[in-house]
């Protein structure tokens, strides 16, 4: 309870919310078996979701980005509206022809940059984004294909929670400078430099994704009575300051901040490890909590661009005519989902949230 009861709870007698169904533009729907399982807690509730790319091995073709989204589609909830929303994986060798290919196939709508190393399956990404990916990046502004960056460097001498505010020094900021034209998301930001940065490149061609975890909780949450796996994604959880700084922004109302979950599933047994990995699984916790953030700021009236306006504007795409109901309704987040034989321990397990989609 730690964390939400640390909110103060704004005083409002608003007891539901009709708003536009929202998108989600950051969202890992895994393979296989975990894609069957995972998939109808964010199809319950988005229409279309940014599907990344960080597959075993990595979506890096036209080709097998189709095919996973055939199996995504095939994977659905049967009359399920939802859309999936495909990306390429950029590596050292994304040629230009590959990205135009891209945009020809009409089903992938943006790249994807994983410096290498940086993240889960991130092993096979860019190491030489300056040197080996303009000619792609070129390509990217010809077509109006947006680049999502993880954006941390990879420099082990560099202190973890530093790794986003010396990406944006060392790798966005020369970027930008260079190709001003580049449509770019900094994906799942983190840090008040994230917020400077992004406001200070103004509106149209850098936005940012914003984590429910990284609005709510700040870096004691991975260390609240122990060690808190499930607490644990990249990047990590900051000072108070940083989770501030992106509330503010957030709740601010700014154009350039919209909802990506990074949903990011593990099985319970590879988090709760001795080497645990990295990644929250929220997609059935997601737009409560954004709700709460919301409420808490006493800014309920900006969600809705939040969660299905400014995304939709970024990409430059219709936004949705179906709507949602959030109502006001106490629920208790299940302690896991068990799904055939594996477990996955979703954010905020055996909590009680105020807000419930219906
Ligand atoms: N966020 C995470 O901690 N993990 C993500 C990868 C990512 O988005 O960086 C995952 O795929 O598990
Ligand atoms: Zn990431
Ligand atoms: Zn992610």
């Not at 640390?6 to 007698?13: F, I, M, P």
């Not at 390429?88 to 891209?102: C, F, G, K, P, Q």
């Not at 290498?116 to 010809?142: H, R, W, Y």
């Not at 997601?286 to 504007?313: H, I, M, R």
Request: a neutral charge.
């Amino acid at each position: 309870m730690a964390f939400q009861s640390s909110l103060v709870h704004a005083s409002t007698d608003i007891s539901q919310l009709k708003i536009t169904q929202p998108d989600d533009w950051h969202l890992h729907l895994r393979d296989g078996s975990h894609l069957h399982s995972v998939l109808p807690h964010s199809a319950a509730v988005f229409k279309r979701a940014i599907i990344m790319p960080n597959l075993k091995p990595p979506i890096t073709t036209v080709k097998s980005a189709l095919a996973y989204r055939d199996r995504i589609m095939t994977a659905l909830p049967p009359d399920s509206p939802f859309v999936p929303l495909m990306t390429l994986y950029l590596t050292d060798n994304t040629t230009a022809e590959e990205i135009r290919s891209a945009r020809e196939s009409g089903a992938i709508y943006a790249v994807k940059l994983y410096p290498a190393g940086a993240t889960t399956n991130s092993q096979a990404g860019v190491t030489d984004l300056f040197g080996k990916c303009m000619p792609a990046l070129e390509e990217m502004i010809q077509q109006q294909l947006p680049l999502l960056v993880h954006g941390e460097v990879t420099d082990k001498n560099v202190d973890i929670f530093d790794r986003e505010s010396a990406f944006i020094n060392m790798v966005l900021q020369p970027l930008v400078n260079r190709l001003p034209q580049l449509k770019i998301v900094m994906e799942h930001i983190t840090t008040r430099e994230a917020v400077q940065f992004v406001t200070s490149c103004g509106e149209g061609s850098i936005a940012a994704t914003v984590t429910p975890q990284h609005l709510i909780m700040n870096r004691n949450a991975l260390f609240q009575n122990g060690l808190q796996p499930h607490n644990y994604c990249l990047p990590v959880l900051k000072r108070e300051i940083h989770r501030e700084a992106v509330f503010k922004a957030v709740t601010s109302g700014s154009k350039q901040f919209f909802l990506g979950t990074d949903s990011a599933p593990h099985e319970k047994h590879t988090k709760e490890a001795s080497c645990g990995c990295a990644g929250i699984y929220n997609a059935p916790v997601a737009v409560p909590l954004y709700t709460q953030v919301f409420e808490q700021a006493g800014a309920l009236d900006k969600l809705e661009a939040f969660t299905s306006f400014n995304g939709p504007d970024f990409y430059g795409l219709p936004r949705n005519t179906s709507t949602i109901r959030i109502v006001r309704e106490p629920w208790i987040v299940p302690n896991e989902y068990h799904f055939g034989s594996s477990t996955v321990v979703p954010m905020f397990a055996g909590k009680s949230l105020d807000w419930k989609v219906v």
